[in-house]
């Protein structure tokens, strides 16, 4: 089984400043690692995922993040961040092989950008 | 279509009352997911479909719950004798299926609140 820690539930942050998501994750087995973003009122739209290769993945809208094996961490960065960020987001693992649709999600962190 | 269409996206019930939600997938995906995602939690996997035949039911909660996806396309989550822990924002997505590294693509969700 898989489990899923997002160390911050909600992160408020300046229009233009830097903004790190921290997750970290538990499994006994090799894992895909995802973030999600859930914009008010809409569904889960993947942000980025790790499946192999560079451990630095690039996603839309600005957004990186680097996976780190030995310390079980995928944190989600982006440099510089717009109103527009403002939304729910979440960290997910799923495990590798057959059952690799069975996602496991953190609790999620909210951003609220300010003006 | 496009996306993963759900209905209805609200849906207000009475405590031991029958529900239904439909989820139509993104055309051509053989693989369709249904997750539950309770207040101020992640989603959580309930159920797997591979073409007309549930792959995965490990996640509903009881034998209250059932889906059904009889011709590989729209599936429908029945949920019988509602309680009120049954309220929560259920999400269906859908994957092209390949074997791989499925990413699945979500939809708005249905909420249900149950009174």
């Known amino acids: 089984a898989q489990s899923v820690t997002q160390l911050d539930s909600q992160v408020p942050v300046f229009e233009e400043a830097p903004v790190e998501l921290r997750c970290n994750y538990s499994s006994s087995v090799s894992v895909y690692l995802f973030w999600y973003v859930q914009y008010p009122n809409q569904g889960l739209q993947l942000l980025l995922k790790?499946?192999?290769?560079?451990?630095l993945v690039k996603g839309i809208n600005g957004f990186e993040a680097e996976f780190n094996k030995s310390q079980t961490s995928f944190h989600l960065r982006k440099p510089s961040v717009h109103i527009s960020d403002t939304a729910e987001y979440f960290c997910?693992?799923?495990?590798?092989?057959?059952?690799?649709?069975?996602?496991?999600f953190g609790a999620g962190t909210t951003v609220t950008v300010r003006a | 279509g496009a996306g993963v269409s759900q209905t209805p996206s609200n849906k207000v019930t009475e405590k031991g009352k029958y529900v239904e939600l439909r989820c139509d997938p993104i055309s051509g995906h053989t693989a369709l997911y249904w997750y539950r995602q309770s207040l101020g939690q992640g989603p959580e996997f309930l159920i797997y479909?591979?073409?007309?035949?549930?792959?995965?039911d490990s996640g509903l909660p009881n034998d209250r719950f059932f889906a059904v996806r009889p011709e590989g396309s729209v599936s429908t989550l029945k949920i019988q004798r509602t309680e009120r822990g049954d309220s929560a924002v259920y999400l269906c997505?859908?994957?092209?299926?390949?074997?791989?590294?499925?990413?699945?693509?979500f939809g708005a969700g249905s909420r249900l609140t149950v009174l």
């Open positions: 997910a693992v799923s495990p590798i092989g057959a059952n690799d649709y069975k996602l496991s």
């Open positions: 790790y499946l192999s290769g560079s451990t």
């Open positions: 997505a859908s994957s092209d299926g390949r074997s791989g590294a499925n990413v699945l693509t």
């Open positions: 479909f591979q073409g007309t035949g549930a792959a995965d």
